[in-house]
């Protein structure tokens, strides 16, 4: 895009989509398929809280999967860290160690 002075202008970045992956401790396969739907409305819960679009929640017994929108106005790296330690601050069950 050329400006007045015959430079060229770079486009402001309008939001940021990511791809973030928390998985088990040690890839453990402890997310069966009935605890699945709680922890996915549980990080739509988180994200709202946050401010954060969440475009899809997924993931296996391991992992989950998140398909995040964080505004150009909010700092990406401390809402991952926050999404992070939410996550990691909720024991679903007792042996259940969720991040490494």
């Known amino acids: 895009m050329p ?16 791809h973030v992956v928390f998985s088990t401790k040690d890839r453990r396969k402890l997310m069966s398929g009935e605890f699945q739907p709680r922890i996915w409305a549980d990080a739509v819960g988180i994200c709202r809280k946050f401010d954060i679009l969440l475009h899809t929640v997924g993931g296996r017994e391991d992992d989950i999967h ?30 259940y160690s969720w991040l490494k």
């Open 3 to 18: 400006s007045a002075g015959g430079a060229t202008r770079v486009p402001h970045i309008r939001s940021n989509v990511i």
């Open 66 to 95: 998140l398909l995040l929108q964080i505004p150009p106005t909010l700092v990406m790296a401390w809402r991952l860290a926050t999404l992070y330690w939410t996550f990691k601050e909720r024991q679903y069950f007792p042996e």
